[in-house]
C-alpha cells in the first residue's frame, strides 16, 4: 500500500527514534531516582527553607524570616562558619601536600613497596566513631602517645582537645592521618607520567628538583585540581568529629571551637527541631560550596595543564 | 529478533527497580502486618510461648539492647503478653544514636511506633510539636496520676495536659571511699556537710608522688561540673526563675563558680584535665580504681561498685549544702514511656503505658536495674529500701530538681556552655561570662 520509499524513510526514522526511546529507557531507573530522591528533596527544602517547618506540626510561609535571623541574629552561626573556613582552609592544602608527599616516597620500585602502600592507605579505608575514639585516646594531655613523643622530644605538648585554640588544629593534624586515599590517586598519576619527559629533562641537564618542577607538577595538575576541589566541597561537610570529639559531650565544646557548620544545622534540625532554619542554613552553604568550586574552576585556567593542549 | 530481546529485558528491568524501590520505601517501617507479625514471631523466639496471631500487634522501640538491660526489658514485656489475649506487644532496639530521629522520621511519615521510650526533660517540646499524643482522657479515666512523684509527673505536662507517662529517674549523689577517709583520718562514717567542708577534707586525700598526683580527693570537675553545681548553690533553682526568667547571671551561680576555680586553682587545672583525659582511656573508672576518693554519680553508680569495685569499701551521701539549712540541692533526669503522634492503636498502646508504670513491672525494673522508679509504692517497697544505698537515693529524690527544656528557648545551654568554658579557662572574669551568658539566653528567650 505505502510507497516504498517512504516506508523506509519511516523505518529510518523510527529506527533512530527508537533507538533514543530505548536509551531513555535504560537511564529512567537513575532519572527517576534522581528526580524522587534528590531533586524533589531538593525543591521541597528549599521551598521549607522560606516556612517555620519544624517536621511534624507546621509549616507557614515566614518569608526571609530564617535568612535574617541567620545571618543578623544567631552568633553561633557565624561562629560555626569561621570554624568551618578555618579547618578547610588550612586542612585542604596541608592534606594535599601531605597526600602528594606520601605518593612521592611511595612511588619507588623497593622490595615490600606494596606492603607500605597498603599500611599507609588503610587508615582511609577505616572511618566512623571508633577512629575518633582512638583520636580521643592518642590526643590525650598526659597519657596519650602524642604528647609522650613530644615530651621525649623535650616539647610540652598541648591540650589537644580541652584548649580551644588547639582543638581544630588537633583535628586537621588527625585528618592528615587519612590522607591514604589522595595518596592513591597521586600515585596513579604519578605513574601515569610518560618516562621519556623524565629522559628528555635528564638529557637537558635537570636535577631531581626541576625534573619535579617542571615535568612531575605540570604533568599531574589535573589530579591536584581534582583533590583541592573535591577537598573544599567534603571539608565543608565536617561533622562528626565536632560531635563525637567534644569535651565533655557538649557538642562542639570546648567554647564551641568544634561547633562546625554541620554541626550546627544539625542541632538545630533534630536538637529543637528548628527544620526551616536548618534548610535556610543547607542552602547558604550550598551558595558558598557553589561559588568556591565555580572560583577554583576560574583559577584553573592558570595552573592546570592538561595533556593535549586546550580542551 | 533482537528488539523483542531487549524489549524483554527492559521488562525485567522496569520490575527490578521497582520491587528494590518498593523494597527501599519500606525499609524503615515493618511492611505492613503480615510482615509486622513474621517479626514479632521470629522476635518472640527470646523465650516467648505466646503467639501473636489474632491479636493487635503493636510496635514498642526502646534503645536497652545491651546483654544487661535487654533481657529485663523482654521478660517485662513477655509477661504482658502472657497476661491478655487482645495486645501482643513486639520490642524492637535501635541504638541510642539513631532511636530519636528514626522516630521523628516514622512520626512525620505517618507510620510511628505504638509506644515509645524518650527523654524526660523534652516531653513538652514534642508535645507542642504534635509529636506525641495527648493521654489526658486516659488519664481521667484510669486516675494513674497519683501513681508518680509529683516532680516527675510535672514534667510531663504540657499547658496542663499528660502527653506521657513517667517511667525512670535518677538523681546525683556522693561515693566515697571509706578506707581513703581513714587513712587521711576523716570520720567515715560522716561525709562533709558543707562545700567548705568538703573542700578541707578533699585536700587531706590528695596523695602526691614528687609533683604528680595520685590521688585527688575531691574535683567537683570529675564527672560533675558547675551545670550541677549552680542548681545545688542557688536553693534548686536552674537557670530560669518561676516566672520563667532567665537567671543565668544570679549571685549563687558565679559563687558556685568560684568554688570550682578554686578548687582548680589548688589542684592545678592542668592536673585536673590530665585526670579527667585519662577517664576515657582507662577500663576501669578512676573511683573503682582508687584514684579518686570522691565521686559524684547517679545512683545506679552502686551496680559498677558491686560489679566491678572488687569489694571496695564506700559509702554514699548527698550532695553538700553550702551553709548549715541551705539544702543539699541535686539534679535528676530519666525517661517516660509515650505514644507517639498518629500511633494506629493508642486504647491498646494505653494498656501497655498503664502496665509498664505499674508497681509490678516498676518493682522489677527497679530492682534489676537499680533505677529510680517513678511509681512511688515501687520505688518504696520494702525489699527494696532494705539496700541503704537505695533507700539513699529514695530519699535524695526529695531535693532533687529536674531541669526540663524550656519550650521557647530549648538550646539555651548552647548559649551558657561556651561562657562557663571560657571562664573556666581564665579568658574572662565570671561576672563578665554569665553576665554574657545571661544577654545571650534573654535573647534567644525573647526571639530576637
Known amino acids: 500500500m505505502a510507497h516504498p520509499q517512504h516506508a523506509a524513510a519511516r523505518r529510518g526514522r523510527s529506527l533512530a527514534s527508537r533507538e533514543a526511546l530505548q536509551g531513555f529507557v535504560f537511564v529512567s531507573p ?26 511534624t506540626s507546621q ?124 595518596m592513591l590517586l597521586y600515585l596513579a598519576s604519578l605513574q601515569g607520567v610518560p618516562s621519556k619527559l623524565y629522559e628528555a629533562a635528564e638529557l637537558d641537564g635537570a636535577g631531581r628538583l626541576r625534573k619535579f618542577w617542571h615535568v612531575t607538577l ?94 | 529478533m533482537p528488539f523483542k530481546h531487549l524489549k524483554k529485558a527492559f521488562q525485567l528491568t522496569a520490575v527490578a527497580s521497582l520491587v ?27 523465650g516467648s510461648s505466646v503467639s501473636p496471631e489474632g491479636r493487635v500487634v503493636l510496635d514498642y522501640w526502646t534503645w536497652w539492647g545491651s546483654e544487661t538491660r535487654r533481657p529485663i526489658i523482654e521478660k517485662l514485656v513477655d509477661d504482658f503478653n502472657k497476661s491478655q489475649d487482645k495486645i501482643f506487644v513486639k520490642h524492637s532496639y535501635y541504638p541510642y544514636s539513631d532511636i530519636f530521629t528514626k522516630e521523628l522520621a516514622a512520626v512525620s511519615a505517618g507510620n510511628p511506633p505504638d509506644i515509645m521510650m524518650n527523654d524526660i526533660n523534652t516531653v513538652q517540646q514534642r508535645a507542642s510539636k504534635n509529636q506525641a499524643m495527648n493521654l489526658s482522657k486516659y488519664v481521667e479515666r484510669d486516675k494513674v496520676q497519683d501513681r508518680f512523684f509529683p516532680e516527675l509527673w510535672n514534667t510531663v505536662l504540657y499547658n496542663g495536659e499528660p502527653y506521657a507517662l513517667p517511667f525512670n529517674t535518677d538523681t546525683r549523689m556522693m561515693f566515697y571511699n571509706k578506707d581513703d577517709f581513714k587513712e587521711a583520718g576523716l570520720d567515715p562514717d560522716k561525709f562533709p556537710d558543707t562545700w567548705d567542708e568538703l573542700e578541707q577534707a578533699a585536700q587531706k586525700l590528695d596523695k602526691k ?40 547571671n544570679a549571685p549563687a551561680k558565679a559563687e558556685a563558680l568560684q568554688y570550682i576555680l578554686d578548687n582548680a586553682k589548688r589542684l592545678g587545672q592542668k592536673n585536673i584535665d590530665a585526670f579527667k583525659a585519662d577517664f576515657g582511656s582507662q577500663q576501669a573508672n578512676p573511683f573503682l580504681s582508687g584514684r579518686v576518693s570522691i565521686w559524684t554519680d547517679v545512683t545506679n553508680f552502686y551496680t559498677q561498685i558491686r560489679d566491678y569495685g572488687d569489694g571496695i569499701n564506700f559509702g554514699v551521701a548527698p550532695l553538700p549544702e553550702t551553709k548549715e539549712g541551705a539544702g543539699h ?3 535528676g533526669g530519666g525517661f517516660v514511656i509515650e505514644i507517639p503522634y498518629g500511633a ?26 537499680f533505677d529510680n522508679v517513678a511509681n512511688k509504692e515501687a520505688s518504696n517497697s520494702s525489699e527494696l529500701m532494705s539496700n541503704p544505698v537505695y533507700k ?28 562557663r568554658d571560657a571562664i573556666m579557662l581564665g579568658q574572662t572574669s565570671i561576672q563578665d561570662g554569665l553576665n554574657k551568658a545571661q544577654a545571650d539566653v534573654e535573647k534567644l528567650v525573647s526571639g530576637k
Not at chain 1, 228 to 240: A, R
Not at chain 2, 232 to 240: E, L
Request: glycine share 8%.
Open chain 1, 30 to 55: 537513575w532519572i527517576l531516582g534522581f528526580l524522587l530522591f534528590t531533586a524533589g528533596p531538593m525543591l521541597f527544602s528549599l521551598y521549607a527553607s522560606f516556612t517555620n517547618y519544624d517536621i
Open chain 1, 59 to 182: 509549616m507557614a510561609w515566614i518569608g526571609f524570616k530564617n535568612y535574617d535571623t541567620m545571618l543578623n541574629h544567631d552568633p553561633l552561626f557565624w561562629k560555626s562558619l569561621r570554624n568551618t573556613l578555618y579547618f578547610v582552609v588550612i586542612s585542604v592544602p596541608l592534606q594535599t601536600a601531605a597526600g602528594l608527599l606520601l605518593a612521592m616516597i611511595l612511588n619507588r620500585r623497593m622490595p615490600g613497596i606494596r606492603l607500605f602502600r597498603t599500611v599507609f592507605y588503610l587508615p582511609s579505608v577505616l572511618s566512623g566513631v571508633g577512629v575518633y575514639v582512638l583520636w580521643m585516646m592518642l590526643l590525650s594531655p598526659s597519657a596519650g602517645l602524642v604528647n609522650l613523643t613530644l615530651s621525649w622530644l623535650g616539647i610540652d605538648g598541648p591540650a589537644w582537645l580541652t584548649d580551644p585554640a588547639w582543638t581544630k588544629n588537633a583535628i586537621i593534624l588527625m585528618k592528615l592521618w587519612g590522607s591514604g586515599s589522595m
Open chain 1, 218 to 311: 605540570p604533568m599531574i595538575t589535573p589530579v591536584i585540581f581534582f583533590e583541592i576541589v573535591t577537598g573544599f566541597i567534603g571539608g565543608f561537610q565536617i561533622f562528626q568529629e565536632g560531635y563525637v570529639m567534644s569535651y565533655g559531650n557538649d557538642p562542639g565544646a570546648p567554647m564551641n571551637s568544634l561547633l562546625f557548620y554541620n554541626l550546627h544545622m544539625f542541632l538545630k534540625a533534630f536538637k529543637v527541631f528548628d527544620m526551616g532554619y536548618a534548610m535556610a542554613m543547607a542552602w547558604f552553604l550550598f551558595l558558598i560550596v557553589l561559588l568556591l568550586t565555580l572560583i577554583n574552576l576560574t583559577l584553573s585556567r592558570f595552573w592546570v595543564h592538561y595533556e593535549g593542549g586546550e580542551q
Open chain 2, 20 to 46: 528494590s524501590l518498593l523494597a527501599a520505601c519500606s525499609g524503615g517501617t515493618s511492611g505492613g502486618p503480615a510482615a509486622a507479625q513474621a517479626d514479632a514471631a521470629a522476635n518472640s523466639g527470646s
Open chain 2, 209 to 248: 608522688h614528687g609533683n604528680t598526683y595520685t590521688r585527688i580527693g575531691y574535683s567537683p570537675q570529675f564527672n560533675s561540673d558547675w551545670n550541677l553545681l549552680q542548681l545545688n548553690f542557688d536553693g534548686g533553682r536552674n537557670f530560669f526563675d518561676e516566672s520563667g526568667k532567665p537567671v543565668v
Open chain 2, 329 to 331: 540541692w541535686s539534679v
Open chain 2, 344 to 369: 494506629k492503636h493508642p486504647d491498646e498502646a494505653w494498656e501497655f503505658l498503664k502496665y509498664m508504670t505499674d508497681v509490678e513491672a516498676q518493682t522489677y525494673w527497679a530492682e534489676k536495674n
Open chain 2, 392 to 419: 539513699a537515693s529514695v530519699e535524695n529524690l526529695a531535693h532533687t530538681k529536674l531541669t526540663p527544656n524550656p519550650l521557647n528557648a530549648p538550646d539555651y545551654m548552647n548559649l551558657i556552655n561556651p561562657q
